[in-house]
């Protein structure tokens, strides 16, 4: 079976998406999304040229509510959920520092 | 055990106390629970609060509403104020949200009991409750085996007679799979029948709530009370909704029901023989079989293991470390998201944020994410086509019956194979539900799945429900 992604690629992945995968995991999930990337092979052969694709399964165009003044979450209590909070906002470590 | 209609007439007249259903479906978690792991957290105190106002209500002259009294189990991805909800994950322990789903909202509405917060795959993510960071649920009808998932909690507590009746979640067949093996009633609604607001996402185009119950008619009492418009989620259908519970006895006399011909291979000979006495009891009742093809059947499996890991990629970016759950610090934002990630995430999620990020980036969005979306729309088509020929379709709900702790092993697909006869109607926005049709090999059950088309509720209910009197109609000659 020939791989159908590379161990680069999937560090890559990892990357974009915001996993600090270990060696191992990298390896392990190179040959476990090759093998399903396989498996998903079967649609290839589809003749998909004149359909549409569909996002969602009901035919809803955009909606919109009146503009009215209702009641949001409490902000202390969403804050007091936050690993960090300070002056009624999240806090975070620099965002401008070192790269992953 | 009394069913939750009858719990809710009796506590609404007086002839029943909430307190003692409470007091007895508590009895039954102490004795069993530490067994089965159908719980993340058994609210005690909150449910027997909350049964003394409901019987206070009922002593005052007031009505608590069509769900008085009845104890529910409430799988651990909907939000409820102020209690934990962790979608069995650890990135989000020890979480309590802000706010009530609109479920939880309506439930409370209608009298019911919250009496826990279920055990599921972490973020609904598989089929047997394996992948929890809480411990996997065992199976009420042989501890050896999984309940299935990602429902598998309540579909365990509702088994178990922990709860009259529960919720779940469906996204690729996560209320269906898990009802067929532990012998209850499972449904999936039409896309949008029931709010998603205060559900957890997974994959917003797929996911729905629905009931997990011992009869039909609790599904279609608790699907009442839970389905209908909601501004809170701008995809829930605008619609009235008829009672559920008023067509129930209708019967199926010249229903069509299809037969799929094309219909994917590889179900136990056990399961393909109950659902094809599915059949037969469906004729018996006066309903006419006719075949019916959806040839692209077979691909859903493949769009599915695209569409909902790329739309989870998405949705699960919110877990940084940031707004709520665990944080692992460092030194800067980037290597806190990805170190929280790390940490917070189980295998099973780590892998299909990472599918969906691939399919969804530069370079392989058109091959298949793009594809994928595709052949979403080709089943919708075909089943739409079928549906002008048939009322409701029957197929086996999963491919077999509860299979042993670790039997899919590392194989990530072995697993994802369970969900193959439930994923089309996820990706078409059809209804599908699971009944319990006898038993299988290790008389283990069996659950036949009953599809219809879009909001076509009623019917698909009216089939169950004649399917179940076949079944008490053999077990009580």
């Known amino acids: ?100 | 055990m009394a069913g939750a209609i009858e719990i809710a007439a009796g506590v609404r007249d007086g002839s029943l106390k909430a307190a003692d259903v409470v007091e007895q479906h508590l009895t039954r978690i102490a004795a069993r629970e530490p067994e089965i792991h159908a719980f993340n957290l058994v609210m005690s105190d909150e449910a027997r609060a909350r049964s003394d106002a409901i019987d206070a209500m009922v002593a005052a002259g007031d009505d608590p509403g069509p769900l008085a009294g009845v104890p529910i189990a409430l799988k651990d991805n909907m939000c409820t104020h102020g209690v934990p909800t962790t979608c069995s994950s650890k990135i989000l322990a020890g979480w309590k949200p802000p706010y009530d789903a609109t479920v939880v909202t309506k439930l409370a509405a209608a009298g019911a009991v919250i009496i826990g917060k279920t055990n599921l795959d972490e973020f609904a993510m598989g089929s047997s409750t394996e992948n929890s960071a809480f411990g996997p649920t065992r199976n009420p009808h042989d501890t050896s085996r999984v309940p299935g998932g990602s429902s598998g909690g309540s579909a365990a507590a509702v088994s178990a007679g922990f709860a009259s009746v529960g919720l779940g979640s469906d996204t690729g067949g996560s209320i269906r799979q898990p009802a067929a093996l532990c012998g209850v009633v499972g449904v999936k609604p039409t896309y949008g029948y029931v709010s998603r607001y205060g559900l957890v996402a997974f994959a917003s185009s797929l996911d729905q709530i629905g009931p997990l119950t011992t009869s039909v008619k609790d599904a279609a009492l608790l699907l009442d009370v839970i389905g209908g418009h909601d501004p809170m989620d701008s995809t829930s259908i605008p619609l009235a909704h008829p009672s559920l519970v008023d067509v129930l006895d209708q019967g199926v006399e010249g229903m069509r029901v299809g037969r799929i011909t094309d219909l994917p291979e590889g179900a136990d000979l056990d399961v393909m023989e109950r659902t094809e006495q599915a059949f037969d009891a469906m004729r018996a009742a006066g309903a006419t079989i006719v075949d019916v093809e959806v040839p692209a059947f077979t691909f859903g499996l493949t769009a599915y293991y695209l569409i909902a890991p790329a739309e989870a990629s998405s949705n699960l970016a919110r877990y940084d470390g940031v707004r709520y759950g665990l944080r692992v610090e460092a030194p800067d934002t980037n290597a806190m998201y990805g170190l929280t990630r790390a940490a917070g995430f189980g295998d099973e999620v780590k892998r299909r944020i990472m599918l969906g990020t691939y399919a969804l980036s530069a370079g392989y969005y058109d091959a298949y994410y793009g594809k994928a979306l595709k052949v979403r729309r080709l089943i919708h088509d075909e089943f739409e086509r079928a549906y002008q020929h048939a009322d409701v379709l029957l197929t086996p709900a999963s491919p077999s019956v509860a299979f042993p702790f670790g039997a899919k092993g590392d194989n990530p697909l072995a697993m994802y194979l369970c969900d193959v006869y439930t994923i089309p109607a996820n990706l078409s926005g059809h209804p599908g539900m699971s009944v319990p049709f006898g038993t299988g090999a290790d008389d283990l059950p069996v659950g036949v799945q009953v599809l219809a088309g879009t909001l076509c509720e009623p019917q698909m209910f009216r089939a169950a429900a004649a399917l179940e009197r076949a079944v008490s109609a053999k077990v009580q000659p």
Do not use: C, W
């Open chain 1, 1 to 100: 079976m020939s791989e159908r992604i590379s161990a680069a690629v999937v560090e890559k992945v990892a990357r974009l998406a915001r996993l600090a995968l270990t060696p191992e995991e990298i390896e392990r999930t190179t040959a476990q999304l090759s093998g399903m990337l396989e498996h998903f092979a079967d649609i290839d052969a589809l003749q998909l040229d004149d359909v549409a694709p569909m996002a969602q399964p009901y035919p809803l165009e955009n909606v919109f509510r009146d503009d009215v003044v209702a009641q949001g979450l409490d902000r202390d209590e969403v804050l007091a959920a936050a690993p960090a909070a300070e002056h009624g906002r999240f806090r975070v470590p620099p965002i401008i520092g070192l790269d992953l």
